[in-house]
Every structure is written in C-alpha cells, then in structure tokens.
C-alpha cells in the first residue's frame, strides 16, 4: 500500500541548532511531495512542494527538501531553527492518477531559546 | 490571504445523531477536499469533490458519508448517524483549477473537532 513514513515523531532543539526531519514514502511510479507545517493553534500550510526539475526545494521561512529518488526520501532542512519554528511538520505524497494526500505521522519540532 | 474557513470549530454531539460540517473554500477555487485526523493517529483522506461531483474517496467513506456544495460558496460534509470511531478532527482543504490536481498546493482549512459521546 501506499505510504509515508515520518522518523522523528518529537524532535527538541535549541536555537540556532540544524534541522533535517527525515521523510520516506513507497510508490513505485511518479511522484508529488509536499511539506506542511501546523503552528499552535493554526492551519495547516504548505512548507514547499516538489513535483519534478531541481530535486533541491526551496521553501517558505528558510527550508529547503532535497528529493533522491533511489533512497525514495524528501527530508526537509533548515541550517538554523528558530523557537518560531515549533510547529508539527508534516511530510506527504500524491502518486497515480489521483491527488489526496497520502501524510505522513507528523513530527513535533520544539525550539528552546 | 484568502482562508478556508470551517464551521463550527467544536461540535459534541450523541451517538447515532447526524453532523453537518460545513466549509467555505477559497473563492476561486474548484476542487474540494475533506481529510480527518483521529487523535494520535495520521491525517487520512476522506473524499475529493470536482465539477459537482466525487472525484475519489477513500475506504472510510461510506454511506453514512456525504458532501455536498448546496450552494456558490459552502462545501459540506454530513455523517448521517455518527459513531464513537467518528471522533476526530475534520479538516477541509481546497486547490486551486483541477487542471494539474496533483501538483497544486491543497489550502487547509482550521478544523472542526467532533466528539461523538
């Protein structure tokens, strides 16, 4: 079956610390990746998003995601976390013809001062 | 920005009685979703809706469930005769043309949290 899988369910951090959250899906086909943020007591929103071209995504607030096929991973990165980074990170798939998203289980990310 | 918003954010209702929960999506917008996340569990998709009609649905939707888009600007969801196992947090979500479904950013909405006692 189609899935994905998210790591690090609770990740603690201290400012101005790397971040790299791991994310692993299992399609055999073309691929649509995604990466949603939850912020206390907000929506979910969109991080960055691949579908094809530059495997190295650039996104909102300083994030990036580099897709590598053969390990079939799209991890998110950011060189230095801020405590307005603590949220829920999602990671999630379209694949075939349809587009739901497929999520992953969520990653905590808690940023100390 | 525009938002989707949802209605309303709690709902507590019995066992057996029907839910309504109600979405508006982005304006201009036309595909419609609706995901739902159990506590402690990942966020699943429900259903897609296209055109006035079911694009897909997942396994969990069945005939207790339904969606509509009664009128130009709320799409909703009903439970006909919710159970326990219906307790969860409801997320609405839209995107943009439907030209290239998959590769368009899906806007969520705030949810609502349904507790079926």
């Known amino acids: 079956a189609q899935s994905v899988s998210q790591h690090n369910h609770h990740v603690i951090l201290s400012e101005a610390a790397s971040l790299e959250l791991g994310c692993n899906y299992s399609?055999?086909?073309?691929?649509?990746l995604f990466w949603y943020v939850q912020y206390p007591g907000q929506h979910l929103q969109l991080l960055l998003k691949y579908f094809s071209g530059d495997p190295l995504v650039k996104g909102i607030k300083g994030f990036e995601a580099e897709f590598i096929k053969s390990k079939f991973s799209f991890n998110l990165r950011k060189p230095s976390v801020q405590w307005s980074d603590t949220a829920e990170y999602f990671c999630?798939?379209?694949?075939?013809?349809?587009?739901?998203?497929?999520f992953g289980a969520g990653t905590r990310l808690a940023v100390h001062p | 920005e525009p938002e989707v918003t949802q209605t309303p954010s709690h709902q507590v209702t019995q066992m057996g009685q029907e839910v309504i929960l109600r979405c508006v999506p982005i304006s201009n917008h036309l595909y419609f979703y609706w995901y739902r996340q159990i506590l402690g569990q990942k966020v699943e998709f429900l259903v897609s809706?296209?055109?006035?009609?079911?694009?897909?649905k997942s396994e969990i939707f069945d005939d207790q469930f339904s969606v509509e888009r009664p009128d130009g600007s709320n799409f909703t969801l009903k439970i006909r005769s919710t159970k326990l196992e219906d307790s969860a947090m409801y997320f609405c979500?839209?995107?943009?043309?439907?030209?290239?479904?998959?590769?368009?950013?899906?806007?969520f909405g705030p949810g609502t949290r349904l507790l079926v006692l």
């Open positions: 999630a798939a379209v694949s075939g013809g349809y587009n739901k998203l497929i």
């Open positions: 809706f296209y055109n006035n009609e079911i694009s897909e």
């Open positions: 979500a839209s995107s943009e043309s439907g030209l290239r479904p998959r590769e368009e950013t899906q806007y």
């Open positions: 399609y055999g086909g073309t691929v649509n």
